[in-house]
């Protein structure tokens, strides 16, 4: 069942505040642009390559119900995930560019194809 996008995009250029480029989990990150497309989350260990724009670099805000702050994301964005947490599946990606007011959603399990 889609998710409906309730958070406040609020923040520079109308973002939300939080992606997985702020999660503790994210790894293969140290160079940039990333062209081996190998960016993943260490936590699921999935592949986020889907966030790279073709020049290797993150475009959007993405997330998944176990994001995890690196210090760096919005709080009012991170206290609305919290409440929210619940009702998000699991083994989901998340992105703020889904369609009619929903969030995109890519199951993990499709994430590979993106590489």
Do not use: Q
């Not at 996008?5 to 999660?23: A, E, N």
């Not at 009012?76 to 599946?89: D, K, M, V, W």
């Not at 969030?103 to 993106?114: D, H, N, Q, T, V």
Request: aromatic share 14%; glycine share 10%.
């Amino acid at each position: 069942m889609p998710v409906k996008d309730t958070f406040k995009h609020k923040t520079l250029w109308g973002g939300v505040g939080f992606s997985c480029g702020f999660c503790r989990h994210r790894a293969n990150d140290k160079e940039w642009p990333n062209v081996r497309r190998d960016y993943k989350c260490a936590l699921h260990n999935v592949s986020l390559a889907v966030e790279l724009n073709s020049s290797g670099y993150i475009e959007g805000e993405w997330f998944c119900r176990d994001f995890e702050d690196n210090g760096n994301s919005y709080p009012p964005a991170l206290r609305h995930l919290a409440e929210i947490h619940g009702t998000l599946p699991e083994n989901m990606l998340f992105g703020f560019d889904g369609t009619d007011g929903y969030l995109r959603e890519i199951p993990f399990s499709e994430l590979e194809k993106y590489r």
